[in-house]
């Protein structure tokens, strides 16, 4: 089957950095996607990776390693803005998007 | 604003009701999509429209039924719906349906309560 593995929730302090990480097993692989979500809206796009390697944009970078079936989002310079869930997409091999249960970031003062 | 608009952003209602969610996107998309979130479950694909064709049905039950009656609007017709069905569902558009970097735009969603 197909799966997409991320910690359910983390904690950090405004200010500092954090690192979401996301594993998956998918049936072929045309990109992996993170999106936020704040409480009651809508999933907002941040980042799309599809070669390894580290992409940088502002205070989010996002890195995938298609070997190791990894990713990660790395969020610098904490903002309370930033608390919100943050969801890790797979494009399948029939492009179709398979998505993690979300990551709920709590960020503290 | 995202330019996807969804109503009613709440709904609740009895097992026996019928209703409908509406979606309208206003990018000038082609693919139209229908998700249910549940808490702290992943996002679950209902169905897939592209231009205004049904290209995927994740096997849902036929008390979910959708509309597309062109590339802007979407509906989602509900009847009979049982307390479990009870979520979050939201409405995505991208340019098209298929193809590797598919940024998918979505809507507020609409809270659906069923009693």
């Known amino acids: 089957g197909q799966n997409i593995d991320q910690p359910t929730e983390m904690t950090a302090t405004e200010g500092a950095i954090v690192q979401i990480n996301c594993t998956y097993q998918?049936?072929?692989?045309?990109?992996l996607f993170w999106y936020q979500q704040h409480a009651g809206e809508a999933p907002t796009f941040l980042s799309y990776?599809?070669l390894d390697g580290l992409e940088e944009k502002g205070r989010f970078s996002s890195f995938l390693s298609r070997s190791k079936g990894y990713s990660y989002l790395l969020l610098k310079e904490l903002q309370m803005k930033d608390s919100a869930s943050y969801l890790c997409?797979?494009?399948?091999?029939?492009?179709?998007?398979?998505w993690g249960a979300g990551t709920k970031l709590i960020i503290k003062p | 604003e995202t330019g996807v608009t969804q109503t009613p952003r709440h709904l609740v209602m009895g097992m026996t009701n019928k209703k409908s969610l509406k979606c309208e996107q206003h990018?000038?998309?082609?693919?139209m999509y229908w998700y249910k979130q549940s808490a702290k479950k992943p996002l679950e694909l209902m169905f897939v429209?592209?231009?205004?064709?049904?290209?995927e049905n994740n096997s849902v039950p036929s008390r979910f039924s959708p509309e597309c009656p062109n590339s802007s609007h979407l509906f989602l017709h509900l009847h009979t719906l049982q307390p479990e069905d009870s979520a979050l569902y939201l409405c995505?558009?991208?340019?098209?349906?298929?193809?590797?970097?598919?940024?998918?735009?979505f809507g507020p969603g609409t809270r659906l309560t069923v009693l």
């Open positions: 995505a558009s991208s340019q098209e349906a298929g193809g590797s970097y598919n940024e998918q735009f």
């Open positions: 990018l000038g998309h082609n693919a």
């Open positions: 429209y592209s231009l205004e064709e049904r290209v």
């Open positions: 998918t049936s072929g692989f045309n990109g």
């Open positions: 990776n599809v």
């Open positions: 997409a797979v494009m399948d091999s029939n492009y179709q998007l398979i």
